[in-house]
């Protein structure tokens, strides 16, 4: 084809690419399609053209060849000429989680974190590779560390706080536990809709923690005492306060 000869000459002349494409596409020539992209990609030196290519090279072999790995290989080519390029981020975070590739997609995550600063974006993607951590890899450890770097930058996500309980206990990281229940009563207890009665339940698991858990009978009576101090007829701290006083012999404070 003449076409095909004037590629040979510019592999990056644009009409020409543009006329063959509708062509290929309309025979369903994909490998001729793929040649010729291929070409176009291996020739430009213009950054965001030559990560548009791979882009599309990544959609031909994900969509019509059912070559997930090479689109995989060609959209990570496009990220790295062009870091954050939007359409081959979100074709990587679709086929690593359809290939369960979960630790290549925590790193794009934490890729797309530095990236993105300090601010909502940045947030998100920590959410979601917490979530990795504790259900798909189930790491929960790691994942205590990115919803600490959630509240790093924004130390009221009450989300983050929540779910840095939940992996923690799941990692037996007691203390962390016992650090997240104290920021959650916190936050409770500056919200004017719930108010100081809200957090009885938060302080007294966190004494529970420190009692059980720790060994930290002090620590457990100091948030005891603290509930005890919002609502004196409390029972649950009552209770604990009583079994607690009761186990270390401390008859003169029953």
């Known amino acids: 084809l003449a076409y095909e000869s004037v590629l040979g000459l510019d592999p990056l002349h644009l009409l020409t690419l543009q006329a063959l494409t509708k062509l290929y596409q309309r025979r369903k020539d994909h490998g001729a399609l793929l040649r010729m992209l291929l070409a176009e990609a291996e020739a430009c030196v213009e950054p965001r053209r030559r990560a548009a290519t791979h882009?599309?090279?990544g959609e031909l072999y994900e969509v019509e060849e059912h070559k997930p790995d090479l689109a995989i290989d060609h959209h990570a080519r496009a990220l790295t000429i062009v870091p954050g390029y939007a359409t081959s981020f979100k074709a990587l975070c679709r086929l690593y989680a359809e290939a369960a590739k979960w630790r290549e997609l925590v790193a794009l995550y934490a890729r797309a974190v530095e990236?993105?600063?300090?601010?909502?974006?940045?947030?998100?993607?920590?959410?979601?590779?917490g979530a990795l951590y504790e259900d798909?890899?189930?790491?929960?450890?790691?994942?205590?560390?990115?919803y600490r770097r959630v509240l790093a930058i924004d130390p009221q996500n009450l989300g983050a706080i929540q779910a840095m309980q939940r992996a923690a206990e799941r990692a037996g990281r007691a203390a962390d536990l016992v650090e997240a229940l104290e920021l959650e009563a916190t936050l409770v207890a500056r919200n004017k809709d719930k108010g100081p009665k809200a957090t009885l339940g938060i302080i007294h698991r966190a004494?529970?923690?420190?009692?059980?858990?720790?060994?930290?009978?002090d620590g457990a009576i100091a948030r005891y005492r603290r509930a005890l101090?919002?609502?004196?007829?409390y029972a649950p701290?009552?209770?604990s306060l009583g079994r607690l006083f009761h186990r270390a012999g401390r008859w003169e404070d029953l």
């Open 55 to 57: 882009a599309r090279i």
């Open 115 to 129: 990236e993105a600063g300090p601010g909502e974006p940045a947030i998100a993607f920590l959410l979601k590779m």
């Open 136 to 146: 798909a890899l189930s790491e929960p450890a790691q994942a205590v560390l990115a």
């Open 207 to 217: 004494g529970e923690v420190l009692d059980e858990v720790i060994g930290d009978r």
């Open 229 to 233: 101090a919002i609502d004196g007829t």
């Open 237 to 239: 701290a009552l209770a």
